[in-house]
């Protein structure tokens, strides 16, 4: 049994989105249960079929949303600050399922965490989203949205370093190697800048070399901080909220965003930029109407991605939201190719495929891990195996 507690599993499937707090416990009771018993407990075929959902809503909003930014600066945008507002804006939509959705039983009977805790936490991973939003909206002008796409594969590595550090994750030879094989990706698309002719596609002028550069670095400082967040968001639900409930997770992630929002709007403000958008929008290649549903479109696509991706960081963890965040690479590019003119360069080609050979180093630990979990729960005795399906089964009937 000891030796079962101390597998720290890369996915730690979590009933707490159907059911309530952590563990089954109180704010004031036991800690976590170890990650054998939650991952006894999450696996069921709806649990997945959840699971699966948050995944496509994150692959389908960020692909969505990336390309829909870069549409925006092709066609002729070039407020970074608006760009910047774009990806944190649609959080007053979350309002919307939040009052769709009713809480649960555990929910209601439970006591609130302090406002105070609350404030920090929402004003804290507010601010690193805003500034962290400014970084992607001038890196995605400078870069190619492929080559953007594959640098921004780095969260992963990043992740699995503050996932061991603030999460406890183990840090395991299969992780590492992820880790060294998406650097050398994000490394070879540095050296091979040349061969990427530079372009920011669909007709855009090239960005000066240096540009380019600042713009490799902006999306590696940005790949960081993203990683951080996502980390943050999995301890304040583990230690500040101590409730991974549908209900919980919309309201963090919209209070958060709401504060992303505010730097925006204050940089929007304090830069003068605001005196340009009706310029800006008069301007924009096939007029007003394109220039507002294209960042009305983006301002949805970021809040869906982001819905998903703290679904999952709640339901499973953040690694393996960022790990599904990476299978967003092949998507991009292809897309990117097609409709901004991007060139899928031999260079391009190599780091998509080690990228996706991290990310598949990944799912193997989590094949791993998940096959040691169950034969550690089997050793457990079959009373505990009996309690560990009586809670599923409870979970199950909760469910929203």
Not at 53 to 78: E, H, I, K, Q
Not at 159 to 182: D, G, K, M
Request: glycine fraction near 10%.
């Amino acid at each position: 049994m000891a030796h079962a507690q101390e597998i720290q599993l890369q996915i730690t499937g979590v009933p707490e989105l159907e059911s309530g707090d952590k563990g089954g416990g109180s704010r004031d009771g036991p800690g976590p249960e170890p990650p054998t018993r939650r991952l006894a407990r999450g696996r069921g075929v709806r649990w997945w079929a959840l699971v699966a959902v948050d995944m496509l809503m994150l692959l389908a909003g960020g692909t969505v949303a990336t390309l829909l930014s870069r549409l925006y600066y092709n066609s002729g945008g070039n407020s970074k600050w608006m760009a910047t507002l774009t990806q944190s804006g649609g959080a007053p939509l979350l309002a919307i399922p939040l009052l769709l959705t009713p809480p649960t039983p555990s929910e209601e009977e439970r006591r609130r965490p302090a406002p105070s805790k609350l404030a920090a936490v929402y004003l804290g991973i507010g601010v690193l989203i805003g500034i962290d939003n400014l970084m992607y909206a001038y890196a995605l002008q400078y870069l190619p949205v492929s080559t953007f796409s594959l640098v921004a594969a780095t969260q992963l590595a990043f992740n699995a370093v503050t996932s061991r550090l603030i999460n406890a994750q183990r840090f395991t030879p299969l992780i590492a190697n992820s880790v060294v094989v998406l650097t050398f990706a994000a490394a070879l698309l540095g050296v091979g800048a040349s061969s990427d002719g530079t372009s920011s596609g669909g007709g855009a002028p090239a960005p000066p070399r240096g540009r380019y550069a600042a713009g490799f670095v902006l999306t590696l400082a940005a790949s960081a901080v993203f990683a951080l967040i996502l980390s943050l968001y999995e301890l304040a639900f583990e230690r500040v909220v101590r409730a991974r409930t549908p209900r919980w997770v919309l309201r963090t992630q919209m209070h958060t965003n709401l504060v992303a929002s505010a730097v925006a709007v204050a940089g929007l403000l304090a830069s003068g930029e605001w005196r340009t958008v009706q310029g800006e929008m008069a301007a924009f290649r096939d007029g007003p109407a394109r220039y507002v549903l294209t960042l009305a479109g983006a301002a949805v696509s970021w809040q869906a991605a982001l819905a998903g991706q703290v679904r999952l960081v709640a339901r499973v963890s953040s690694l393996f939201a960022n790990a599904t965040g990476a299978v967003q690479l092949p998507l991009v590019p292809v897309f990117a190719v097609v409709l901004f003119g991007d060139r899928m360069t031999g260079v391009k080609a190599v780091a998509m495929l080690m990228a996706v050979w991290g990310f598949l180093s990944y799912v193997y630990q989590h094949y791993l891990d998940g096959r040691r979990a169950a034969a550690a729960a089997g050793k457990d005795g079959g009373e505990c195996a009996v309690c560990a399906a009586r809670a599923a089964s409870d979970a199950v009937s909760h469910a929203p």
